[in-house]
């Protein structure tokens, strides 16, 4: 079978896709997600080849509150020897499912910005010095980038019963918006009572038969993701396609990656 992300974005070149393996906004405790000036936890996700103990990459999601008392977001991507791959700012401002976002990809040339208003998502992306730009409608439940977590807590009573939540998922590159249902399933390698495990997929019957699932778990008592199964949202110099990684996230305390 095919990956949800290859049928999705059919990429034509090395630009990050952003498809869901970075969308943590922080491992706020229910106490901290009461309390919009509270930083969240930091958060170190590391990428491993599927099946295997092959680190590929490292990424760091680092939390700070502005002047205006806003939540920012920079996640910082390297490679397994510590050097510079990628770097992105999300602005949530009072959108938490639809953030601004600013990436860079420093190791393929290549950068990415949505913005995103009541009604309409602009994006602009640049590849060797040269600017596309497009504007869509926007729809709704809308969710962009880093805005899938905020999405899942919204909904965690629904999930937990083992409700299905639909809504719109922009792919940036595309320039297109894909409606996407997400479904708890059975935890195959973690405690059901302790964990919620869910299936991302498309939202529709036909495709759902071609294209594999991305697979979430996460922990209950603070409603945070652990572990990300699917293809990975980065594009590897020297690989036509993106590998399948096991993504495992955990809180730190300061900016060590080791």
């Given at each position: 079978m095919n990956s949800l992300y290859k049928i999705l974005s059919r990429r034509s070149s090395a630009l990050l896709t952003l498809l869901l393996a970075t969308t943590l906004y922080g491992t706020a405790t229910n106490a901290e997600q009461e309390n919009a000036l509270t930083k969240?936890?930091?958060?170190?996700?590391?990428?491993?080849?599927?099946?295997?103990?092959?680190?590929?990459?490292?990424?760091?999601?680092?939390?700070a509150i502005d002047s205006n008392?806003?939540?920012?977001?920079?996640?910082?991507?390297?490679?397994?020897?510590?050097?510079?791959?990628?770097?992105?700012?999300?602005?949530?401002?009072?959108?938490?499912?639809?953030?601004?976002?600013?990436?860079?990809?420093?190791?393929?040339?290549?950068?990415?910005?949505v913005?995103?208003?009541?009604?309409?998502?602009?994006?602009?992306?640049?590849?060797?010095?040269?600017?596309?730009?497009?504007?869509?409608?926007?729809?709704?439940?809308?969710?962009?980038?880093?805005?899938?977590?905020?999405?899942?807590?919204?909904?965690?009573?629904?999930?937990?019963?083992?409700?299905?939540?639909?809504?719109?998922?922009l792919l940036p590159r595309r320039e297109k918006l894909v409606e996407l249902r997400l479904t708890p399933q059975s935890c195959s390698d973690f405690e059901p009572d302790h964990y919620l495990c869910l299936a991302l997929e498309i939202n529709n019957w036909l495709l759902r038969m071609l294209v594999d699932p991305i697979e979430l778990t996460y922990q209950r008592d603070e409603r945070r993701l652990i572990r990300y199964l699917g293809v990975s949202?980065?594009?590897?110099?020297?690989?036509?396609?993106?590998?399948?990684?096991?993504?495992?996230?955990?809180?730190?305390?300061?900016?060590?990656?080791?």
């Open positions: 969240p936890t930091n958060v170190l996700g590391e990428a491993f080849r599927q099946g295997s103990d092959q680190l590929l990459y490292r990424e760091l999601h680092e939390y008392g806003e939540l920012e977001h920079q996640v910082t991507y390297t490679q397994p020897d510590g050097s510079a791959w990628a770097e992105k700012q999300i602005r949530y401002h009072d959108r938490a499912t639809a953030p601004d976002f600013e990436l860079t990809d420093s190791l393929n040339r290549e950068s990415l910005k913005t995103v208003t009541e009604s309409m998502i602009k994006v602009a992306h640049t590849q060797t010095d040269k600017t596309q730009e497009h504007q869509l409608d926007s729809k709704s439940p809308l969710v962009v980038d880093a805005g899938f977590d905020p999405f899942v807590r919204q909904h965690w009573q629904s999930l937990s019963h083992g409700n299905s939540e639909t809504f719109f998922f949202n980065l594009s590897f110099p020297g690989e036509e396609d993106s590998p399948q990684v096991d993504i495992r996230y955990r809180p730190v305390t300061d900016t060590a990656t080791h």
